[in-house]
């Protein structure tokens, strides 16, 4: 409920030096992250993003849930922590959803997802990269 209701407040335009997140754990920034609306503009999300680094996030799912927020919309300074993300890390809970978030920003997305993964793909798993060829296509 308080990672919800500091989503909440940021939706509603406080800044995010301003929220209580103090102590949180990985779930309570995974819910406020996913609590965010759909679409930001990229001036609040380099509100979120320089007052919490959250493109330089140490934590897997931290970063993954950033990320996904960041590039749904198209959040071009979050780009070099996806491209890191995507050719470091290879489990596909991960790598699939964000190649599909990027695919589907169209032409944005695409370029850097072909780009990405031209890089990525030698070093996943045969299931991951059959997985992410299936996206790509």
């Known amino acids: 409920a308080a990672a919800e209701a500091q989503a909440n407040a940021f939706a509603g335009g406080a800044a995010a030096s301003t929220l209580r997140v103090q102590g949180w754990t990985t779930q309570e920034w995974q819910r406020f992250l996913t609590s965010l609306p759909q679409s930001l503009p990229a001036a609040r999300l380099a509100d979120l993003d320089r007052t919490f680094r959250l493109s330089e996030a140490g934590n897997s799912e931290i970063l993954f849930a950033w990320l996904q927020v960041a590039l749904r919309n198209r959040y071009e300074p979050a780009v070099p922590a996806a491209e890191r993300f995507l050719t ?3 489990r596909r809970k991960f790598v699939a959803p964000l190649f599909r978030t990027l695919w ?3 032409e944005w997305g695409r370029a850097h997802a072909r780009r990405i993964y031209a890089a990525a793909r030698p070093g996943y798993h045969s299931v ?4 992410v060829d299936d996206i790509v296509r």
């Open 104 to 106: 589907g920003q169209d």
């Open 88 to 90: 470091g890390m290879g």
């Open 128 to 131: 991951t990269s059959g997985t």
